[in-house]
């Protein structure tokens, strides 16, 4: 990931409205494998860093895989559809459904808290590309936040904070987070492993660390989501 690739135009206000289990002994280099009666059917083995994608009482599971600005906002989007849809048509309650978004490459810096676009806004904006009251509205809070206009006055909010509420989970690249440390850093003096570790301890509500946003897809599917690509 470089500078002048990661300099694209992002989406400022992302709008409004709209089990199998751990095999034991499965450490082994060789794949685990199914129970004696379906011998040679490979079964993903289970990580205990994953454990945050079992969440109790979910009937349904969807990932949302997010690596831009505008995919991010389009994943917030669907999510909220999801919820909806489930909840109309089926009677479902947000808590009995898995959802998580995974911001990764360009969508990364969208799952960092309010204070850090407080903070590093102006860098982060200019990294994205922003420009003009894009720019400034992103040097205060995380543009992922931010309502745009209400078609219908009852119409809800969508925003990634409306989202966590209902239980959105949302899967933050560490390999991306440490790119940006290193390019904030360059622009504060910093050290990059120190500004790393500052954007890995401000998440947004439902946010958690992955070592890549490339495995959270991976274990994602393998933990029964069904999986999106947005574009």
Not at 48 to 61: E, I, N, T, Y
Not at 109 to 131: E, F, I, R
Not at 146 to 163: C, I
């Amino acid at each position: 990931m470089t500078d002048g690739v990661f300099a694209r135009r992002a989406v400022v206000g992302f709008g409004a409205s709209a089990a199998v289990t751990g095999l034991a002994g499965s450490a082994r280099s060789e794949p685990a494998r199914a129970s004696a009666g379906a011998e040679g059917v490979w079964r993903p083995t289970f990580e205990p860093q994953d454990s945050w994608l079992d969440r109790a009482g979910a009937r349904h599971r969807l990932v949302l895989d997010a690596a831009s600005a505008a995919a991010a906002a389009s994943a917030v989007f669907f999510a909220d559809n999801f919820y909806l849809a489930n909840r109309t048509a089926y009677g479902l309650p947000s808590d009995s459904l898995g959802v998580v978004i995974i911001l990764r490459h360009f969508a990364t810096p969208y799952g960092y808290d309010d204070g850090v676009w407080a903070k590093y806004g102006s860098l982060l904006a200019a990294t994205l590309g922003l420009t003009g009251a894009a720019a400034a509205a992103a040097a205060h809070v995380n543009p992922g936040n931010l309502a745009g206009p209400k078609v219908k006055p009852t119409d809800d909010e969508v925003t990634l904070a409306t989202l966590a509420k209902k239980g959105a989970m949302f899967a933050i690249c560490g390999l991306a987070t440490e790119y940006l440390g290193g390019v904030i850093s360059a622009k504060t003096g910093q050290k990059p492993e120190a500004v790393a570790a500052e954007l890995k301890g401000r998440l947004i509500p439902g946010g958690i660390n992955v070592p890549a946003g490339i495995v959270a897809v991976n274990r994602a599917q393998e933990h029964g989501y069904a999986y999106v690509a947005v574009a």
